[in-house]
T-cell receptor, first 112, second 116 residues
Framework: AQSVAQPEDQVNVAEGNPLTVKCTYS??????LFWYVQYPNRGLQFLLKYITGDNLVKGSYGFEAEFNKSQTSFHLKKPSALVSDSALYFC??????????FGGGTRVLVKP | EAQVTQNPRYLITVTGKKLTVTCSQN?????MSWYRQDPGLGLRQIYYSMNVEVTDKGDVPEGYKVSRKEKRNFPLILESPSPNQTSLYFC???????????????FGPGTRLTVL
């Protein structure tokens, strides 16, 4: 069975500092990996995805993520965090099929 | 504007009173899905639909029904709601690509349901 783990419930970072949100997954076969962001009182918005090819994926709002097959990880990163990046972030995995499985979410708080 | 819409956005009801949450998408997507979001549990899939008249259970289907009579609509029905169905519900849709499966999912704004 496929699963996604986001080990940190919350990440606190000062504005301007690098931001990392961790995600590890367990799935058979080659996964499709996604990051979504949820702002307060809003639905989930797509940030980026890894399907195949370059392990470093660039997405919206300056975010990027690195696919590491040996460590089964897909950590989300941003070089310089903004206060407006404060939100709930979800990692999701989709093996070769249709079912998307989400992690529990990580709340990011960027302090001025 | 490409979007997924849900109605109502907020609903407070009582145990046992049937309700329907509507979901509609204007992107001609084949795949649609319902999720519930609970603190610490992420999003869990309730039901999904690969196309018109094709639906299947997700991870937590008990107490819910769906139908897919038209491609754009995918209503979620709670025949006899109970307090444990108090949650935030999201509808999502995506295109399907041959040989790849479903692509990026687009989410509605959510429906916050409280069952007293």
């Amino acid at each position: 069975a496929q699963s996604v783990a986001q080990p940190e419930d919350q990440v606190n970072v000062a504005e301007g500092n690098p931001l990392t949100v961790k995600c590890t997954y367990s799935v058979s076969g080659n996964p499709y990996l996604f990051w979504y962001v949820q702002y307060p009182n809003r639905g989930l918005q797509f940030l980026l995805k890894y399907i195949t090819g370059d392990n470093l994926v660039k997405g919206s709002y300056g975010f990027e993520a690195e696919f590491n097959k040996s460590q089964t990880s897909f950590h989300l990163k941003k070089p310089s965090a903004l206060v407006s990046d404060s939100a709930l972030y979800f990692c999701a995995v989709r093996p070769q099929g249709n079912k998307l499985t989400f992690g529990g979410g990580t709340r990011v708080l960027v302090k001025p | 504007e490409a979007q997924v819409t849900q109605n109502p956005r907020y609903l407070i009801t009582v145990t046992g009173k049937k309700l329907t949450v509507t979901c509609s998408q204007n992107m001609n997507h084949e795949y649609m899905s319902w999720y519930r979001q609970d603190p610490g549990l992420g999003l869990r899939q309730i039901y999904y639909s690969m196309n018109v008249e094709v639906t299947d259970k997700g991870d937590v289907p008990e107490g819910y029904k769906v139908s897919r009579k038209e491609k754009r609509n995918f209503p979620l029905i709670l025949e006899s709601p109970s307090p444990n169905q108090t949650s935030l519900y999201f509808c999502a849709s995506s295109a399907r690509k041959q040989g790849v499966g479903t692509d990026t999912q687009y989410f509605g704004p959510g429906t916050r349901l409280t069952v007293l």
